[in-house]
Each structure stands twice: as C-alpha cells, then as structure tokens.
C-alpha cells in the first residue's frame, strides 16, 4: 500500500528552495499517469492532506497544486491547509462566471491561486485582484510578449508574484530575474524528484454506503458515523479534515474535546458532502484491504465494549477511537506522536497513544495481552479495570465478529 508523487522545487532569486510543486505520480516512473485530472488531484489531496504527515513531503515549505476548473468550483481545495497551500488553476481551464465567483470567496477567505501557463488573454484581467502568482511558461512566450502582457496590466498586478517555468539555463534565470520575476522552476534548478510514501487503503463497501448517504436529501447521520466507525482510513482522515479545515471556516473550538458524533453535526451536511467526494474519488483501484485493518477496528470495538461493560458511555466513544487508531504507526510506518499532531482526537487518546497515560492504555494493553495470550499481564490489567475473565472474554468474542462483519472490502 504505498503511494507516489513527484515534487519539483520553486526557488527565489538566490536559488534556494521556497516551495514545491506536487505531481501525482502512480509508480516510480517520473511521468503523468493515464488518468484524469480530477482523479489524480483527489488523490493528492486524500493521500497528502488528509493521510500522510504533509511535511513529510514538503517540509515547511508551501505546496503548489494543480486543480481543474470544476474542483475549484466544487471548492474542493478547501480540504487544504491554506495556510501552506498554492491552488493552481490548470491551463486549460475556461475563465467563465462559476470559476471567477469561486476564486473570489475562497481568496476572502484565505486561500491562495496562481494561474499557471494561462493564456494571455483579457478574459483572465477578472481574475488578477484574487490571484497570488502568475505563472509564465518561458517555452510558450517570449520575454517581450510577457513584458508586454503586464505593462498593460500594471493596475492589476501590484500585488501579484511572477513565476518563470521551464528555466533550462542559467542566461534564462539571470534575464527573468532582472526583469522582477521572484519565483523560478525548471530543469536548470532541479528536475522533478519522485517520491515513495506509505499510504492506509479503503474499505470500498463503507465508501460506497457513506457516498449513498450523504448524496441524501436528508442524510442520517447515525448511519454516517457508523460507517465511518467502520474504516480506519476514513475515521483518520475526518479527523483531520475537522482540524485542518473545519477550524477555519466555522472559528476557533476546542475540537478534541469533541466526540466523532459531534464532529459530524459540527461539519453540517454540506461538509460532510465536500469530504467524502473526495475521498470516493480518491478510493477508485486502491489496494486490498491489509490484514492490520479488521485487527485496528476489533480494537476499536473491544475497547468501546469494555468501557461500556465497566458503564463508562461517555468514554466508549473515546475508547473505540484509540483502539481503531492503535496501529496506525505500523501502518503508516510514521511515529504514533507525529501522526496524532495531524489530526483532532481528544487528550485523553493522544496520552493513551503515546505515552501510555490512562485508561484507555490499559483498554489497548488488555486487548493486546489477550490477541498476544499473555495471561498473567492480561489478568494484572483487567483486574486493574475491575472486570471479570468472563466480561472481558465476551467482549473479545463481539468484537471479533463486529470486526470480521464489517471488514470486506
């Protein structure tokens, strides 16, 4: 289960690395797959943004990616942390009313565009007040065209930055950069760097369900948590879909205090919507599901059913986070502190997770012990927990068939 993807670095007039372009990738061959552009953003934005640690792969710099016009326009790229992102609007797209409308509201809202290899047409002069970076493909255009272009658009490109790409000599940098350019990429610099990266697969049953719901007039949220409960991939990433973009549209919560209920209702149904298109995009020809995967959500559901057997409600809830979540480390083969960082989970999960702080440790460890058949660790800590061998058995014994019924890919 691993994933790929290509990035090319952007550089300053010094030549050091300021930001990077992301390029999806399918293999270590250093080229676009045969694939859409909607599908391959969506993956970018599932795998980057919503799974794998986004420095892992950019580090502190901003990441520049590419977006077709109807992803921006379904404000798809309001998943993205706008506080690191570049949305690129692709070449091809058409500088029509519904595009201009979305620019508009998301730049008020934070986010940043650049139009990337666009035509040097009047029809993009709208669009100058919302964008960041402009993005001159020097293969296309002439240094005197390019001139040409924004001494008439003087007015409306005072707070813009230009980007030369495709720079393949060191007489081509020094001519941009004289003439005020401040971002450069191209083979001069450095060619595109493809990288290999650990990545969860989905369960396509609960994808498929969750996408029926949600397409609802009036979805049932029950049933949406409930699939969600049922994917670790999914249950992971609208974590941290809530803390990387739910924050910055609704103002400042304290999220972990929330249960994954409350954080549906608190997404609202058009949230919920946004996500799981996505995702399900996203989802198209992924790996089979791995065997530490009916394992993570057999903890999950002990964990659940042994802080309601000791009549804690309020801490199953909690309790089926951490043991679903409990093997994400040696999925993701990232350590368990970084990864909690990227998403919103209540302190009392992060300790369990970590430092092995609490009760919800010992939920974990007692399951553990009884998958592992160490019975005189198991017996220390379910005593610890004032349950019997009985409880704890039958526990094992519904959540093992909870796991095995809800597990198919």
């Known amino acids: 289960m691993y994933g790929f993807i290509a990035r090319q670095p952007i550089f300053n007039p010094e030549m050091k690395t300021v930001a990077y372009e992301l390029l999806f990738r399918d293999g270590m061959t250093n080229r676009f797959p045969d694939v859409s552009a909607e599908y ?50 692709l070449e091809d797209a058409v500088p029509g009313a519904e595009l201009l409308q979305a620019v508009r509201e998301m730049n008020a809202h934070g986010y940043q565009f650049a139009l990337d290899d666009f035509t040097l047409a009047p029809e993009w002069d709208a669009f100058l007040p919302y964008i960041s970076i402009l993005k001159f493909d020097v293969r296309n255009y002439t240094l005197a065209q390019i001139k040409q272009y924004l001494k008439t658009r003087k007015h409306l490109t ?19 950069r004289d003439e005020g350019f401040s971002l450069f990429q191209g083979y001069f610099f450095c060619r595109p760097e493809v990288i290999k990266y650990k990545r969860l697969s989905q369960n396509q049953l609960a994808i498929f369900r969750l996408q029926m ?32 973009t739910a924050f910055k549209h609704v103002g400042a919560c304290n999220f972990s205090k929330l249960t994954l209920s409350e954080v549906l209702r608190y997404l609202g149904e058009n949230q919920l919507r946004r996500f799981v298109a996505v995702v399900v995009l996203a989802s198209a020809g992924n790996d089979t599901v791995s065997e530490l995967y009916p394992l ?114």
Not at 158 to 173: D, M, N, P, R, V
Not at 216 to 222: A, E, G, H, L
């Open 213 to 244: 719901e949600v397409g609802r007039n009036k979805p049932d949220f029950r049933i949406i948590e409930s699939l969600i409960k049922t994917d670790l991939t999914l249950s992971y990433k609208i974590m941290r879909y809530m803390k990387h």
């Open 296 to 409: 993570s959500m057999m903890r999950g559901k002990f964990c659940e059913l042994i802080a309601e057997t000791m009549n804690e409600p309020i801490l199953a809830e909690n309790a089926f986070m951490c043991g679903l979540f409990s093997l994400l480390d040696t999925l993701l083969e990232l350590p368990m502190a970084e990864l909690m960082k990227q998403i919103a989970v209540p302190q009392s999960v992060s300790n369990a997770l970590c430092h092995q702080e609490g009760r919800l440790a010992d939920m974990i460890n007692l399951c553990r012990y009884y998958e592992q058949q160490q019975w005189g660790e198991a017996t220390r800590v379910r005593q610890r927990l004032g349950l019997s061998d009985e409880e704890v058995v039958e526990a094992m014994r519904k959540a093992t068939i909870w796991a095995g019924e809800n597990a198919v890919s």
């Open 40 to 89: 391959a953003t969506s993956r970018m934005i599932s795998d980057q943004f919503l799974c794998v640690p986004s420095q892992r792969i950019a580090g502190a710099h901003t990441s520049f990616i590419n977006f077709p016009s109807r992803m921006v326009i379904d404000r798809s790229g309001e998943a993205l942390d706008k506080e690191s992102v570049v949305i690129e609007i």
């Open 158 to 176: 005072g707070h813009i930055k230009y980007l030369a790409e495709k720079i393949e000599t060191k007489e081509e940098f020094n001519q941009y």
